[in-house]
């Protein structure tokens, strides 16, 4: 019996299979080119001594990325930013904008926040092999026409101390690459603004939020998208603790919020909440990418599970009042907020993402809460992308979004 297959099929398939062809070169395009990129790029990240201050954003150096996306151009950037105390700090990241002009008044920005990679300066996402790999929705936000900016954090490229989860630092990077964008020559970054983040992430874009009126106030926030955010860090640290996943979070928290807090609490008493077994492991798991050595962590942490900590940081002095400190909420938010969650999550519960939206109800805020069923932490941020580009949509539209409150 002889087949008949019908010219536009054949039309069909020949096009997918050229798609298919162009995405595979563009792969080994970018894997080509993020290696060789990966072999100079120590130099980039060591900034000058000494570090002459200069105002936020201010970009100290930059330089073109050849593996940016397909259609779109891309830069490495090194800029000014300030940490806890105030103090002039380098910090790394990357900005990437579609290739074609941008409309009249410039592109909207998205700033990325991202999620836990580890503490130590190595684990920045900029020094992957695919500086972008961990930016969700890249390819649709590039798509719809918006500017992507996203930073390692103070601590994560440029050596330095870590920002681990400290909502300052952590936040002044993600408006200050914002600046650092502005000031890229080719990059056609307008002052409109959107902040975008998971996980630690959420919680930096949501400080950020809570802050851009007064630390940058020429940027025009329009506003703040987050998926299972660290937003209340006394009930994620009370709640994981117990676990795998708490004991890594810990050693991470643990030397940056040492060095923060040092001119506050001794060291002593900042790392005496740990077991002897737990202050010996700290120094080892911190100093590991959570991504790339996953397995060398859980080596560590596993055995610590229950005996880390010799009581609940969340309600045990200095570390209570720490994590209240840095868990969003302590500032209204007056721009319209997104928030997208995992109903299978075990990092981030849903009643506490639940709490803390209730909390910006409370606040006035005009949110929206998203829910996903079977949805874990890991993948909080995609299951999130259809609605948050409806939501984009409505935001940038000037409209008010259906409120949770």
């Known amino acids: 019996m002889r087949t008949h297959v019908r010219r536009p099929v054949l039309v069909l398939l020949a096009a997918v299979a050229i798609v298919l062809a162009l995405l595979a070169a563009d792969a080994v395009r970018r894997v080509v080119e993020g290696r060789a990129e990966q072999a100079t790029d120590a130099p ?40 806890l105390a105030g103090d002039d700090v380098a910090v790394s990241g990357v900005v990437v904008v579609p290739d074609r002009p941008a409309p009249e008044g410039g592109r909207t920005l998205v700033s990325w926040a991202h999620p836990t990679t580890g503490a130590a300066p190595r684990c920045a996402p900029s020094l992957a092999l695919d500086p972008f790999e961990l930016v969700e929705g890249l390819h649709e936000l590039l798509a719809a026409g918006y500017a992507i900016a996203a930073t390692d954090y103070p601590g994560l490229g440029v050596d330095g101390a870590s920002s681990y989860l400290l909502g300052v630092p952590e936040s002044n990077s993600v408006l200050d690459i914002a600046r650092a964008a502005r000031g890229l020559p080719d990059g056609g970054v307008g002052d409109r603004l959107l902040l975008w983040g998971h996980s630690q992430g959420g919680q930096a874009a949501l400080f950020a939020a809570e802050r851009a009126a007064s630390y940058a106030p020429e940027l025009i926030l329009e506003g703040v998208a987050v998926a299972a955010p660290a937003a209340n860090l006394n009930a994620l640290m009370s709640d994981d603790i117990v676990n795998l996943s708490g004991t890594t979070i810990a050693s991470f928290a643990v030397p940056a919020y040492e060095a923060a807090y040092a001119d506050r609490y001794p060291k002593a008493e900042v790392d005496g909440i740990l077991t002897p077994a737990g202050a010996a492991a700290t120094p080892r798991m911190a100093a590991l990418c959570l991504l790339t050595e996953t397995r060398e962590i859980h080596a560590i942490a596993d055995p610590l599970v229950g005996g880390y900590v010799t009581a609940d940081p969340a309600t045990t002095e200095p570390w209570q009042t720490l994590l209240r400190e840095n868990s969003a909420g302590g500032q209204p938010i007056d721009v319209p907020v997104f928030v997208g969650q995992g109903l299978a999550d075990r990092l981030v519960v849903p009643a506490t993402t639940e709490g803390y939206v209730r909390l910006l109800c409370a606040q006035g805020a005009d949110v929206v809460l998203h829910t996903f069923p079977g949805i874990t932490h890991a993948l909080a941020a995609d299951a999130s992308l259809p609605e948050l580009f409806l939501w984009l949509a409505e935001v940038e539209a000037g409209r008010r979004p259906s409120t949770a409150c």
């Open 44 to 83: 980039f990240y060591v900034p000058p001594t000494p570090l002459a201050e200069a105002a936020p954003g201010t970009i100290i150096r930059s330089e073109p990325i050849a593996s940016a996306p397909e259609g779109a151009l891309a830069w490495r950037v090194l800029y000014h930013s300030r940490d």
